[in-house]
């Protein structure tokens, strides 16, 4: 089995004093996987991804990078060390060119040949961001600028990206656009977490897939089956899997999206 790059152990992790989001996650992230986290909203996807980027400091559980515990450690600091978050929504300046956002992902590069070696490499790897370089970022189309995050985030070569529902907004072509560009950016070596609503699409082209209720990981396993596990469609729809306990059945969710 490849190497673990990333592992949430047994988590806990919330806003304020509020009771818990995350309450006991544990997610592995291997050498050359896409690993995708599916579930109902609320469920604590993105706090996932937050703690795992450093935005958010867990309560108690570890976070190893490459086997070293890095919680607690600033979101700069994680991206040095080869993890970059691409957050929720749009979040590519509009008034900026293609290039200057993509450079901007390369701030703390210092030799110019190491540069644009990156530069050349994120332009092979997305063709619209050749195409479009010198556009002003907000005429592009949503796809689009998603494709300039993605590049933008690997200017420091992660070894990690968190990707946080990039198909969010876009229509059905974009999304498959977007789902083709994660598939290559694992062929480029880079091993992806992604949080996707648009969960049987993502469960097809990930490796492995984890679904949360709950704060916690409720079902795991290859994201082909899991795409067919009839438990999946019983979640969305507001059901209760049967592993979850009567305490659980009682806290309120909100519901889930269609699936
Ligand atoms: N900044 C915040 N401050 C307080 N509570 C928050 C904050 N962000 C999220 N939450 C709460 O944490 C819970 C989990 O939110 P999170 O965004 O992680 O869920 P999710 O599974 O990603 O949901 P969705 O699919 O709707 O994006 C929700 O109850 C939400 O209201």
């Not at 047994?10 to 896409?34: D, F, I, M, S």
């Not at 070293?68 to 300046?93: E, I, M, N």
């Not at 530069?119 to 949503?142: M, N, T």
């Not at 300039?148 to 059905?172: I, K, N, Q, T, W």
Request: glycine share 12%; proline share 5%; hydrophobic share 45%.
């Amino acid at each position: 089995m490849s190497e673990v790059l990333l592992a949430l152990e047994n988590v806990v992790a919330g806003y304020g004093r509020a009771a818990p989001v995350l309450r006991g996650l544990t997610v592995t992230v291997r050498a050359g996987e896409v690993v995708c986290l599916v579930g109902p909203n609320g469920a604590g996807k993105s706090t996932a991804l937050k703690v795992a980027s450093g935005l958010l400091t867990a309560r108690s559980g570890r976070v190893l990078l490459s086997g070293k515990d890095v919680a607690g450690l600033s979101p700069q600091r994680l991206l040095g060390r080869g993890l970059a978050h691409v957050l929720q929504g749009h979040s590519v300046f509009r008034e900026m060119t293609v290039a200057e956002n993509v450079r901007l992902g390369g701030y703390t590069v210092r030799d110019q040949a190491v540069l644009n070696a990156r530069i050349e490499a994120v332009k092979e790897l997305f063709p619209v961001v050749a195409e479009r370089w010198g556009s002003v970022a907000g005429l592009l189309s949503g796809g689009q600028q998603k494709q300039v995050e993605f590049a933008r985030a690997l200017m420091l070569e992660p070894a990690v990206v968190l990707l946080d529902e990039p198909s969010m907004g876009l229509d059905p072509r974009n999304t498959q656009i977007v789902f083709d560009q994660i598939d290559l950016m694992r062929g480029a070596g880079v091993a992806v977490l992604l949080v996707e609503q648009n969960a049987r699409r993502a469960l097809e082209m990930a490796d492995v897939g984890c679904v949360l209720d709950l704060g916690r990981v409720h079902i795991s396993g290859p994201a082909r089956e899991l795409a067919a596990d009839p438990r999946l469609g019983r979640l969305y729809l507001g059901g209760v899997p049967s592993d979850r306990t009567a305490g659980d059945a009682a806290r309120p969710r909100p519901p889930g999206p269609a699936f």
